[in-house]
Each structure stands twice: as C-alpha cells, then as structure tokens.
C-alpha cells in the first residue's frame, strides 16, 4: 500500500477512529515480548509508528516524547497512558538507539514480518518498506479513540497527543 492520504491527511486504510485497535504482539529493544492486549483494562495506549531509528526526525519526536511524559513524575505524563514505539528496525538496533537516547519506554520491532504491524494499522509505505508516522491512541478498551498520520518527512504535534488523551 503506497501513501494515499486522503483530504483529512490520513492514510486511506488507517484504522478508523471508533474501530477496535488490531492486537499484536513484538519484542521491545531488549527483546521482550509485548502485547496490545496486555493493557487492555488498565492502561490507554499511545501507539506510535515512525519510520526508523537515529533518524532525525524521529529522534526528536521520540526524545520529547521521552521527556514530556517522563517529567510528569509518573512515567506517563499524568495521562495513565502506556507510550509504545513501533518501527521496522530490529531489536539491536533499537537497544542501542534507546541506551543512547535514555528511553524508559518499550520500543517495539516490527522486524519480521516486516512491518506486520505498521500493515495492519494501515501506516505502512510498501515503496519505501517503512511505517508513516502514524498515531493511534487507544483506549482501556481496545479501541482507537484518535489518531494522525502523517508522511515520513513531516514531524507530528505532540501537543496533540495531551489534548487528545484528556479527552478519554
């Protein structure tokens, strides 16, 4: 599936607001095994897509990512979310981003099958053989309550993610 955004800058085929997020399970940076439906009646996710570690635009989304919800004390940014990262690099090399970086949360490989995830969300570029940076935000319930998609270049709001995460 190619970028196909539609007028609203979304990704034809992204998961719909309102839908049940798919589940998945993928190895975080130090290869352990993590589940969507894990949090499922605990915790509201932010599921995060972007395209590929020590690149500089994911860097700096994802160190003010790192430092916005862990300055709010909780780990989480006072949102009772569970931030998880989604890219197409395998563990190593996704250890060694995050021991360099300092992030605290999982960073999870969608290595193989390659972008098997990023697919279902609908946020992969199959010319480039990479996930969009694409936003889902889910609920305690599965289901994705907002997202944003945007293309490989252009850096997301964070600010959003805050607004959107006091609406639940």
Known sequence: MAVNAGADGVQAGAVEVGAEAPDFELADQHGTPVRLSDFRGEKNVVLVFYPLAFSGVCTG??????????????????SGAQLLAVSVDSMFALRA???????????????????GTARRYGVFDEAKGLALRGTFIIDTEGVVRWRVVNAIPDARDIDEYREALAGL
């Open 61 to 78: 989304e994802l160190t003010r990512l790192r430092d916005e919800f862990k300055d709010a004390g909780d780990g989480d940014g006072g």
């Open 97 to 115: 981003w995050s021991d360099q970086e300092g992030f605290w949360f999982p960073l999870l490989s969608d290595f193989w099958p390659h972008g």
